[in-house]
């Protein structure tokens, strides 16, 4: 997880940014309010993420439109969970 509040989660080690992360990450999944998405989305292109994920309730169209010209792919305004159980209905 990212969170420059936190050195853990759950036992996981906590990062202060994207750009922290010592490994590649494919999908950032946002919980931010719409105003801090950008500069999330701005690090997702630097570390060349594969997805930017915003979850339910979420969205920002010029981040989405940046990161879907720098070739990531993006959603926006719906929740990984659901998504994923969906797959398998």
């Avoid at 992360?21 to 630097?46: C, G, M, N, Q, S």
């Avoid at 339910?56 to 990161?67: E, R, S, T, V």
């Amino acid at each position: 997880p990212v969170n420059p509040g936190q050195k853990e989660i759950l036992g996981e080690k906590c990062y202060p940014n994207l750009k922290a992360i010592p490994f590649p990450v494919d999908v950032v999944d946002i919980f931010r309010k719409p105003d801090a998405i950008p500069p999330v989305v701005d690090d997702a292109i630097e570390i060349a993420a594969k997805v930017v994920w915003m979850q339910l309730g979420l969205a920002h169209n010029h981040a989405g439109d940046k990161a879907r010209k720098a070739g990531l792919e993006v959603v926006m305004s719906k929740c990984i969970k659901i998504e994923h159980m969906n797959m398998f209905k």
